[in-house]
Structures are given as structure tokens and as C-alpha cells.
């Protein structure tokens, strides 16, 4: 009813102006009053975390895509491996599980039976399972050895938004508090890290507040492609794959999400005149040249008539050469960008749907919790 939806003409767009919110919940509460993080409720000793020489996730659709965004920032914290799986492919493959590996399963609704299964296979070998779930109280979180809930609140449309910032942010604590633990970064540091994450959420509301009306610009000019190309490097790339997920799941249209290092080996002979692409460009002010190597990937579809929707940094000078829309993101450290870059792309897959007339809470054959193998 409407009053369930709090006003809003959909639980999907409700729950979309909830992510800064269901980031900022995740957040509460897991801190000591020196700024540490405190993560008692998870009940592993700090011991066996400082033993963890590897870390496996596995998890299924969007929950995957928060375990990709996990394995950039942990690998580069904490240096030990991070390897994602998809929940259903891990059990099948004979996984090296050892009892210092930790497994951690991702799930909004904590009853995905791809993702128990994997799970329980994983404590059958002797490794540690810790849970990052939105449902206290469900299959995952009462059969893994620790849980770090997510608090997003319910989620109802079955295309997952705020549950995936809240997943990326438990994500980013448990890297955080495994570098604290195991001393791989130095304390103010960590700190720094952490006080950039609490103004994550007014960041994501900014863009809420700015960038609705280019997004459905974009989506009106674009309803009747029949396909769609997204791209992102590094962290953009989770989040690339995360925007194509959302479109195909609401919108039903065909779409790839890939890594922008790739279009030259392959994607690239998809695009001709008026194939829409969406790229999501990292900041210009990282060391390293990521930057201008997605710019001149944009410059590449649009020298093959390509329509280029364009996620950048605000200022970034070369943002608007070769984009038909640009849709900006705040200035923000590169491994937390995902927490903003992917909300427009949730807009866009929501407007997209509503132009042509779907259902967005209830898209055709899909369910919110596949309890079935
Ligand atoms: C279903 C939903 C997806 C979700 C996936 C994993 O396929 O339609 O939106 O990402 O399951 O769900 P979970 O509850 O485990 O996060």
C-alpha cells in the first residue's frame, strides 16, 4: 500500500533514498569511544582473525558484486588474498579450504540455498564462515560460525539497492578491522579511512539530490535501446557489472557489464551508432593512470557513434569530451566510490522500467530469495 511505501510510488525508489541511510546504520554502534572498531557481536576471537591467511566469498547475484567491491579494499589493506565466488559454482569445484581461511557469505534475505549450501560445505572442511546478512535470525547468520549484520532494514522490491551499499560498508569493516587487528596499517590511518566511510552517506544523498533529473534525461533518451554496454576498471568495474544486473533484472534489456580493459579484446565490435554505454570513470587525481585509460576507452565507443552515459568525479577536467550525459559523483577516496557511483545506476534501471511501464517492485521471474538449488 502506499503507506508501506512511505509516500513514494514505489518500494524501489523508497529504497533507494534509503541507501544513505542503510549506510549510515551499518556503521552505528561498531566503534569504542578511541575510534576503534569493535566487532564483539561477530564471536570469533581476534585471535583466529589474526590467524586468517585468506579469504573466500561467496554469494550470489548483487551480494556477489559487494564481495568483488570487498576484495579490492581488503586485498589492499590487509594483503592477504581475497578470491570471490559465486555461491553456486564454489562447492562443485573443490575449493582449498584450510582452518585459516575465512569464508564469508553474503546474502540480503540470509536464506539464498545456493549460498547455505556453500556454507556448509565450507564448515565441513574446517574453515570459519562469517556472514554479512540483512535478516537477523535466517538460514546463513544461524549456521555460520559469526554474523555481521547489515542494518539496510527490510527490503521489499526485489532488486537489491540499499541492502548492496549496506553489504559493501560491512565489507569495508571487516577489512578495517582485520588491518587492525592483524597491524598491516598503521591506527590514524584506519581511523582516516573510517571517518571518510561516516561521510559516505551524505555524499550518496547529494547525489540523490543532484543527479536524479540527468539520469532520467539519460533514461528517456535512451528507452528504446535494446542493449547496453557498462564498463568500469577496478572498483568501477564491480559497480559496472552491478548497473548491468540492475537494468537486465527491471528493465529486461540485454546488458554486459565488463571490465573497461577489456573492450579492446572483444566488446568493442558491439558498438556502432547509437549503442548506449555506460562508463564509470575513476578520479583524476589517483596516481596511477587508470584515469586517462578509461577516457580514451570513452573516446573509442564514441568514435564508433556510441551513446555515452559517463559516471566522473565533480571537476574532472576531461569528463564531458566524449559524453552525451554526464552524471556526477562527489569527490571521495577511490575504494569507497563504489558506495556512490553505483546509486545512479540504480536510478537509471528504475526510470528505465517505470518508462516502459513495469513493475519495478515485482519484475517477471525473478524471486527475492531463491530457497531452491
Ligand atoms: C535473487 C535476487 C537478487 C539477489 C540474489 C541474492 O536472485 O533476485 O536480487 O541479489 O538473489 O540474494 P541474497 O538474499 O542472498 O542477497
Redesign the pocket.
Known amino acids: 500500500s502506499a503507506t508501506e511505501k512511505g509516500g513514494w510510488d514505489s518500494f524501489m525508489n523508497k529504497e533507494i533514498h534509503e541507501d544513505p541511510a542503510a549506510v549510515g546504520n551499518t556503521l552505528l554502534g561498531r566503534f569504542n569511544t578511541s575510534g576503534d572498531i569493535v566487532l564483539d557481536e561477530v564471536r570469533i576471537d581476534e585471535d583466529v582473525f589474526r590467524s586468517i591467511d585468506k579469504i573466500i566469498v561467496v554469494?550470489?547475484?548483487?551480494?556477489s558484486y559487494a564481495g568483488l567491491v570487498a576484495k579490492y579494499a581488503i586485498e589492499h589493506w590487509v594483503r592477504i588474498p581475497v578470491e570471490v565466488e559465486l555461491a553456486h559454482e564454489f562447492r562443485y569445484r573443490d575449493p582449498i579450504l584450510t582452518p585459516r581461511t575465512l569464508v564469508v557469505a553474503?546474502?540480503?534475505?540470509?536464506?539464498?540455498m545456493d549460498?547455505l549450501m556453500a556454507l556448509r560445505h565450507a564448515r565441513e572442511q574446517g574453515s570459519r564462515v562469517l556472514a554479512i546478512c540483512n535478516t537477523q535470525g535466517a538460514s546463513i547468520p544461524r549456521e555460520s560460525d559469526a554474523v555481521l549484520y547489515t542494518h539496510a532494514g527490510p527490503e521489499i522490491a526485489?532488486?537489491?539497492t540499499k541492502?548492496f551499499v549496506a553489504q559493501i560498508t560491512a565489507a569495508y569493516l571487516l577489512g578495517l578491522y582485520l588491518a587492525q587487528v592483524k597491524g598491516t596499517m598503521y591506527r590514524d590511518e584506519i581511523h582516516q579511512i573510517l571517518d571518510q566511510l561516516k561521510a559516505m552517506p551524505e555524499k550518496i544523498e547529494w547525489v540523490l539530490q543532484t543527479q536524479s533529473d540527468s539520469v532520467h534525461e539519460a533514461a528517456k533518451r535512451m528507452i528504446d535501446a535494446h542493449s547496453f554496454l557498462f564498463l568500469g576498471r577496478h572498483v568501477g568495474y564491480p559497480v559496472a557489472l552491478e548497473g548491468a544486473l540492475k537494468l537486465k533484472?527491471i528493465a529486461y534489456t540485454f546488458t554486459e557489464g565488463f571490465a573497461a580493459g577489456e573492450l579492446k579484446h572483444g566488446p568493442i565490435a558491439l558498438v556502432d551508432e547509437g549503442e548506449p554505454v555506460v562508463v564509470i570513470v575513476p578520479s583524476a587525481r589517483g596516481r596511477d593512470s587508470l584515469h586517462n585509460k578509461v577516457i580514451s576507452g570513452i573516446e573509442e565507443v564514441k568514435a564508433r557513434g556510441a551513446f555515452t552515459i559517463v559516471v566522473a568525479e565533480e571537476g574532472d577536467p576531461d569528463a564531458e569530451r566524449y559524453a552525451d550525459v554526464v552524471l556526477w559523483r562527489p569527490v571521495c577516496p577511490t575504494l569507497l566510490s563504489p558506495l556512490v557511483d553505483v546509486v545512479p545506476l540504480q536510478l537509471f534501471a528504475m526510470d528505465m522500467a517505470m518508462l516502459k511501464g513495469y513493475d519495478v517492485d515485482k519484475p517477471r521471474n525473478?524471486?527475492?530469495?531463491?530457497t531452491v538449488e
Not at 553474503?106 to 539464498?112: L, R
Request: hydrophobic share 40%; with cysteine; charged share 15%.
Open positions: 554469494a550470489c547475484g548483487t551480494a553474503i546474502s540480503q534475505s540470509g536464506e539464498t549460498t526485489v532488486a537489491s541492502a533484472e525473478l524471486a527475492k530469495s531463491v
